[in-house]
């Protein structure tokens, strides 16, 4: 950190490197002596085009996405890839969904309106569900491997032997750690956790896959037609796309423990994770409630014992410089999101509140 800005634990939009910051702020109102914003230049013009191809290049590379893969800068988030998705995959058919959380339960109820969905697996939000029924037939299987609600995480990516294209909304551990491609049909993440600003959606999706969307899916939410227009079909989220290509050129370059890149970026989130499970456990005073096995390194719910502290945990947080750190209304509790841009110092700041606040209150 290279000021005292407050440590911001927000699930999203997210926390950005500062050094990303200063550098939007040095070339907002002239980018590299064009004259221009970046948000007043042309998608289709070549500065915007050369930002725009950088910053694939440098996700490429970052993710080692193999080239039978197109890589697509899309809008709609999240929420929209799970209409997108069965859109251009389902042909209308089956699709087997594995729930584990709050998010691919949300993308099951919407891939429901294009699609025969079955739920192969469900868990009870804490746990990854072992048995899993799928269908040879299915188009896809969907999982989401990371749940940003719940704090539920693939650590390894399920591999499907029954030749059905897997799917990952992995929106909330997206750069944070590498993926294995071979078993990846597709895969897709809004920028805001990770990556950059709201508005950018990510899709990775295998050549082979495209071509097949329903007849009702729009123009600029066909795969095929946004990968043939190298995403610039219909204007792109232009500004977003910047700021991601600067974290890309920042990750490329970020050193820890003796590494570089995402080597670097994954050691750091399993050491911050790692730290803040330990101070969770050590305590009776608070309490994670997801199975060891698959807790996220992204995403930390936990609990007051006594709920009836949860609003001056909150505004002591907040006065000690930790913001953000509400659970999701539909869980509630305390949530710390700990995202490539947090910083180890400032999970040791929220670990060390964390001991004072329940010697005072405990």
Known sequence: ?????????????????????????????????????????????????????????????????????????????????????????????????????????????????????????????????????LRDDAAYVHVCTNETIDGVEFHDL??????????????????????????VGLAFGGAQKNIGPAGLTLVFVREELLGHALDICPSAFNYATVA??????????????????????????????????????????????????SALDASGFYENRVDLACRSRMNVPFFLQDEALNETFLAEAKAAGLLQLKGHKTVGGMRASIYNAMPLEGVQALVGFLKDFEARHG
Request: glycine share 10%; with cysteine.
């Open 228 to 277: 043939a227009a190298h995403s610039m079909f219909n204007t792109p989220p232009t500004f977003a796309i910047y700021v991601a290509g600067l974290v890309f050129q920042w990750a490329r370059q970020f050193e820890y423990a003796g590494k570089r890149g995402l080597a670097a970026l994954e050691q750091r989130n399993i050491d911050k994770a790692g730290l803040l499970y």
């Open 1 to 133: 950190m290279t000021s005292a800005r407050p440590f911001n634990f927000s699930a999203g939009p997210a926390t950005l490197p500062e050094p990303v910051l200063r550098q939007v702020a040095a070339e907002m109102l002239d980018w590299h002596g064009s004259g221009m914003s970046v948000m007043e230049m042309s998608h289709r013009g070549k500065e915007f085009i050369s930002i725009a191809e950088a910053a694939e290049r440098d996700l490429r590379e970052l993710l080692s996405v193999p080239e039978g893969f197109r890589v697509l800068f899309m809008q709609g988030g999240g929420l929209g890839e799970n209409a997108i998705v069965p859109m251009n995959l389902s042909r209308g058919g089956k699709v087997d969904v594995v729930v584990t959380g709050s998010w691919s339960r949300k993308s099951a109820a919407e891939a429901r309106r294009y699609a025969d969905v079955q739920i192969a697996a469900e868990g009870n939000g804490r746990e990854i569900p072992r048995d899993w029924r």
């Open 158 to 183: 399920p591999h499907l032997t029954h030749g059905v294209p897997l799917v990952i909304d992995c929106s909330s551990h997206l750069l944070s750690r590498p993926i294995d491609w071979s078993r």
